[in-house]
């Protein structure tokens, strides 16, 4: 059974950082683009950054400059550096993955971490 759990959330200032990390554990063969999703209540689900298992990676407009996104393919993990945080960045924050297990690639999320930015 594959999972992706999330961690590194919290409470901060406006200004201020995070680092999230998500880790992927189970049977996994491979994993392909990793990436982290945010989302508000009440508001869809959006992107905020993904990469690839090659190292290109993509982002949302809103935190372009202010967030990186990386991974190590060796340890299975992602992580998402958010600085000069905003309090519109306040949101639950999810990783996911698309996961190959040897038999079948699917679509994995994690449970979510918590972020929230004071103003």
């Known amino acids: 059974q594959v999972q992706l759990v999330e961690s590194g959330g919290g409470l901060v200032q406006a200004g201020g950082s995070l680092k999230l990390s998500c880790a992927a554990s189970?049977?996994?063969?491979?994993?392909?683009?990793m990436g982290w999703y945010r989302q508000d209540p009440g508001k869809k689900r959006e992107l905020v950054a993904a990469?690839?298992?090659?190292?290109?990676?993509d982002y949302a407009d809103s935190v372009k400059g202010r967030f990186t996104i990386s991974r190590d393919n060796a340890k299975k993990m992602v992580y998402l550096q958010m600085n000069i945080l905003k309090p519109e960045d306040t949101a639950v924050y999810y990783c996911?993955?698309?996961?190959?297990?040897?038999?079948?690639?699917?679509?994995?999320w994690g449970q979510g971490t918590q972020v929230t930015v004071s103003s």
């Open positions: 996911n993955a698309d996961i190959h297990t040897g038999w079948a690639l699917r679509n994995y």
């Open positions: 189970g049977s996994i063969f491979s994993i392909n683009v």
């Open positions: 990469i690839t298992s090659g190292g290109n990676t």
